[in-house]
Antibody, heavy 114, light 112 residues
Framework: QVKLQQSGAELVKPGASVKLSCKTS????????MSWFKQIPGQSIEWIGM????????GYNQKFKGKATLTVDTSSSTAYMDLSSLTTEDSAVYFC???????WGQGVMVTVSS | DVVLTQTPVAQPVTLGDQASISCRSS???????????LEWYLQKPGQSPQLLIY???NRFSGVPDRFIGSGSGSDFTLKISRVEPEDLGVYYC?????????FGAGTKLELK
């Protein structure tokens, strides 16, 4: 069955960067898209962007350009998202999802605090 | 950006009731390829969203037939007949027609 396993919770300092991972199984990763989403607890969800694992081509929500960088490693069927120059406004749960969102990872809480 | 307006914000129900959620878009969600990429998700507390309906009215794998999506253009509805305990949570509509993709603010389905 399709599974997306995300890395564990992160506590990072303002100004730092963090790299989140999303390891997949149960489907052909190399010919699929992966989306990333942000959800501040108690609020709705935002789409960050999408990457095509076949060629690494990306599309970003303008709001997250310069903040998020999406990459993939097809040899390990894993997708990554780098978040840079973190501020308290980046504290949220981040999800990966196949395609535009049929199967989702469990989410990872990123807390930005000094 | 496309704004999706969901109503109501909260829907109190009795188990076994029917529930209905509306999602109206600030512009048509018909893609240039003729498809309408309007989806519905349920998010239970502490969990990831789970896909219920895709392209307006198609139930995702394993979704019970008491979930019915309908609508066209910019006006969409999710109906849940005979609400069961596992249906409680926050429902979101989501559009993947226009960049950036966007979600509604959510509708909380809760017990009366």
């Amino acid at each position: 069955q399709v599974k997306l396993q995300q890395s564990g919770a992160e506590l990072v300092k303002p100004g730092a960067s963090v790299k989140l991972s999303c390891k997949t199984s149960g489907y052909t990763f190399s010919t699929s898209y992966m989306s990333w989403f942000k959800q501040i607890p108690g609020q709705s969800i935002e789409w960050i962007g999408m990457i095509y694992a076949g060629d690494g081509g990306t599309g970003y929500n303008q709001k997250f350009k310069g903040k998020a960088t999406l990459t993939v490693d097809t040899s390990s069927s894993t997708a990554y998202m780098d978040l840079s120059s973190l501020t308290t406004e980046d504290s949220a749960v981040y999800f990966c999802a196949r395609g535009a969102g049929d199967y989702w990872g469990q989410g990872v809480m990123v807390t930005v605090s000094s | 950006d496309v704004v999706l307006t969901q109503t109501p914000v909260a829907q109190p129900v009795t188990l076994g009731d029917q529930a209905s959620i509306s999602c109206r878009s600030s512009q048509s969600l018909v893609h240039s390829n003729g498809n309408t990429y309007l989806e519905w998700y349920l998010q239970k507390p502490g969990q990831s969203p789970q896909l219920l309906i895709y392209k307006v009215s198609n139930r995702f794998s394993g979704v019970p037939d008491r979930f019915i999506g309908s609508g066209s253009g910019s006006d969409f509805t999710l109906k849940i007949s005979r609400v069961e305990p596992e249906d409680l949570g926050v429902y979101y509509c989501f559009q993947a027609t226009h960049d950036p993709y966007t979600f509604g603010a959510g509708t909380k389905l809760e017990l009366k």
